[in-house]
């Protein structure tokens, strides 16, 4: 059973920066299309940028150009980064694995991203 377990989040000022963490278990980050989402409250959940078994990455227009996804193979985490952080980025971030691409079928407990102006 793969397990996901996030870490990273927290409080920053517009046009600060944070990385999130996506720590996987039970199997190792190589072997699965993995993605970052967010939901803001009172939003539906939201895709911000995914990486295929291939390292190939796309973002969603709102986040491109300030965040980046990569993997540690050797920790067999996923990370987030992100940039110029704004308002609008305030959300719980989770991290999700697919065996089949956009079948996201397992699923990290979220983190806290807040941003104030």
């Known amino acids: 059973q793969v397990g996901l377990v996030e870490s990273g989040g927290g409080s920053v000022e517009a046009g600060g920066s944070l990385t999130l963490s996506c720590t996987v278990s039970?199997?190792?980050?190589?072997?699965?299309?993995m993605g970052w989402f967010r939901q803001a409250p009172g939003k539906e959940r939201e895709e911000v940028g995914t990486i295929d078994r291939l390292t190939n990455a796309r973002y969603s227009d709102s986040v491109k150009g300030r965040f980046t996804i990569f993997r540690d193979y050797n920790r067999n985490t996923l990370y987030l980064q992100m940039t110029n952080l704004k308002p609008e980025d305030t959300a719980v971030y989770y991290c999700a694995a697919a065996w089949i691409a956009n079948d996201y079928r397992h699923w990290g407990q979220g983190t806290q991203v807040t941003v104030s102006s």
């Open positions: 039970g199997d190792t980050v190589r072997n699965y299309h």
